[in-house]
């Protein structure tokens, strides 16, 4: 039997020595046969690009197999000679059906089971599994389903009114793209997507219904892998606040949608690079980008022109505005980074929390009532400024003053 999968070799004599092993896995053939001469003798062949011969390991020098992840399509095999640590990633189901057959082999229980003889196994490296594909009609779509084994999916243009839930199950899927479709909703699950890093979702129509459901976008396992986001052209009227939690996120595209604001929170994003949100209606940004390490920031065509202005009253009130006490403790909570979660505190609370605005000064503010506009040179502030022609880049920015240092 022969397993398509990764596999990462840890020799544990480099460990011993302390020898760094610069791990990686490799896109490997794991082989199981028998010994053509000696009865009851089993092996393992494992191929790689890098290892076209072959390295053979006795079934019976297996030390130890770990099969804690086996649900996630990982596995162990530890060899007592050689000393190697086989790390196996791949398809679950494949990788189930290979250990089951290699406990027979360990067990001595293979009478049902047909093996091949070693020497008529014959495995390249070159035998891949499917990893990209590209949709561009709709009779492109496999009978079988999409491949589990994809990392990169292209469905592009083909006027997708519904988001195809067999897109859940690929667990090792790295890419998206499903632009310039008519896709109106995004199913929750899709939070929970394991490995996706980039998803391009331009050109849809996630904005055309009044109330949006992002819980698709805050899955536990989304917000911790996403680097790139792209929702130009969605007709998207507003950002949620908790786009913030996001923070493995580097680009984030928002061009030719309705929006007339960004969330307060936006700038709590740390990794934020790349930055575009041309064709918006947007006369303010948030002083929470002003602590954003933005490289790129492209805010043509919206309404900047627009005269904000911060009445005098308003100025005042925000003199004399003292937060309360669920404000003064809250800001404490979030500058000391306290954990909090709603098995601790009431649900309610959570959210003041997580949608907590930012200080020019970079300190947290729970306060979003008292702010003032305030104008800024946006090339001073970031590297490249794609900005209208013929106007200078001062824009103004809704700014949030904390208690401790900032406010004037
Ligand atoms: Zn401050």
Not at 12 to 40: E, F, W
Not at 83 to 112: A, N, Y
């Amino acid at each position: 039997m022969k397993l398509i999968c990764q596999i990462f070799i840890i020799n544990r004599l480099h460990s011993n020595l302390n020898i760094r092993c610069n791990g990686k896995y490799l896109k490997s053939t794991l082989a199981l046969g028998q010994d053509p001469i000696v009865k009851n003798e089993y092996f393992l062949i494992h191929f790689s690009s890098v290892n076209k011969t072959g390295t053979k390991y006795r079934v019976k020098n297996i030390k130890q197999v770990f099969v804690k992840y086996l649900s996630e399509g990982k596995a162990t095999l530890r060899f007592e000679e050689p000393p190697h640590d086989l790390c196996i990633k791949g398809e679950t189901i494949q990788l189930k059906c290979f250990m089951r057959l290699l406990k027979s082999c360990v067990s001595g229980d293979t009478k049902e089971r047909h093996l091949p003889n070693l020497s008529n196994i014959s495995v390249t490296a070159k035998e891949s599994v499917p990893t990209k594909l590209i949709i561009n009609d709709r009779s492109e779509f496999p009978s079988k389903g999409l491949p589990r084994t994809l990392e990169t999916l292209h469905i592009v243009g083909l006027k997708l009114c519904n988001f195809r839930r067999e897109i859940l199950l690929l667990k090792h899927l790295v890419v998206l793209d499903l632009s310039n479709n008519e896709i109106e909703t995004i199913p929750a699950e899709f939070g929970r997507m394991p490995s996706l890093c980039e998803l391009h979702l331009a050109n849809n129509k996630l904005g055309v219904n009044e109330k949006i459901d992002w819980r698709w976008l805050f899955g536990p396992q989304l917000i911790k892998m996403l680097k790139l986001l792209d929702l130009s052209g969605n007709n998207l009227k507003y950002l949620p606040k908790c786009i913030w939690k996001l923070q493995k996120l580097i680009t984030l595209k928002l061009d030719d949608n309705m929006l007339n604001q960004l969330p307060a929170t936006l700038g709590r994003i740390n990794s934020l690079r790349y930055l575009t949100i041309s064709k918006n209606m947007l006369s303010s940004l948030p002083c929470s980008l002003l602590q954003c390490h933005l490289e790129y920031i492209d805010l043509s065509s919206n309404n900047f022109h627009h005269n904000n202005i911060t009445s005098q009253l308003q100025r005042n009130l925000y003199k004399y505005y003292v937060g309360s006490l669920v404000h003064l403790s809250s800001e404490i909570v979030l500058r000391n980074k306290f954990f909090y979660a709603s098995n601790l505190i009431p649900w309610t609370l959570v959210q003041f929390l997580d949608d907590a605005n930012m200080c020019v000064c970079g300190a947290p503010v729970v306060n979003n009532k008292f702010y003032v506009n305030n104008k800024f040179e946006l090339k001073d502030l970031f590297r490249v400024v794609v900005f209208d022609n013929n106007r200078n880049s001062t824009v103004d920015f809704k700014c949030y003053y904390c208690y401790k240092c900032c406010r004037r």
